[in-house]
């Protein structure tokens, strides 16, 4: 995430969130998100998939 903060690389970056791990971090995140706390969007540095399917679709539709 700091790479993408500052503009070192425009990689699709996403979390495949199987059987809820990521669902903490997640929760932070978009906490972070809504209070302010980062400088661009949170869809602008990750998403998180719950399969492999929805994660390849997200890298495939990155940017589009």
């Given at each position: 995430?700091?790479?993408?903060?500052?503009?070192?690389?425009?990689?699709?970056?996403?979390?495949?969130?199987?059987?809820?791990?990521?669902?903490?971090?997640?929760?932070?995140?978009?906490?972070?998100?809504?209070?302010?706390?980062?400088?661009?969007?949170?869809?602008?540095?990750?998403?998180?998939?719950?399969?492999?399917?929805?994660?390849?679709?997200y890298?495939e539709?990155?940017?589009?």
């Amino acid at each position: 995430m700091e790479k993408k903060k500052h503009n070192l690389h425009s990689k699709p970056v996403v979390f495949l969130n199987t059987g809820g791990f990521y669902d903490g971090f997640k929760l932070q995140m978009e906490r972070m998100d809504k209070e302010g706390f980062l400088p661009k969007a949170l869809a602008e540095y990750m998403g998180f998939a719950d399969t492999p399917e929805e994660a390849m679709r997200y890298i495939e539709n990155y940017g589009v």
